[in-house]
């Protein structure tokens, strides 16, 4: 029915070391993520250890650009927020754009990566892609958050 509510949904999203390097990026994303109706549950700014980074990226182990991935990720300052949102997590995925550079600039133009991704490694943002990665990443940066308590809490206030 048209009165049934509409779905919250929690996703992970960083804003990678190429893009937090430059403060008028950092600040441009960050409004991009406002200006998309997502709610902002909590926002970190932090570094990662060479460790972290290999633990995060463990799936892709063994793939050619795993080692030049796991350098980059700990190479600097990044930003992780939880965002909230009706279908959060395919939404965010859909404003990042193609995780390939050359797939982004010539047929999502208008999206993040297409606007400012660098190479397939640097293009400034991360998302998750299910439901199972996103709880698992949320959990990998806010260990401390519980997203159960956070929808019972917190989740009217959203509306
Ligand atoms: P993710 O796994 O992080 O959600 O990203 P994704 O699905 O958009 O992209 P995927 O192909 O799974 O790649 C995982 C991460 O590796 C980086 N990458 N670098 N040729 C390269 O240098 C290369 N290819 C992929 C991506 O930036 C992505 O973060
Ligand atoms: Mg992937």
Redesign the pocket.
Known sequence: SVLSKCLLQLTLAVIKPDAVAHPLMLEALHQRILDNNFGIVRCQDLVWRRQDSERF?AE?SGR??YQ??VEFMSSGPMRAYILAREDAISHWRELMGP??VFRARFNSPASIRGQFGL???R?TT????SLE?AQREITFFFPDFCADEWMKKEEPLFR
């Open positions: 990226y892709h050619f650009f030049r991935l995780t390939k190479t397939d490694t293009n991360h998302g998750s892609d990665s």
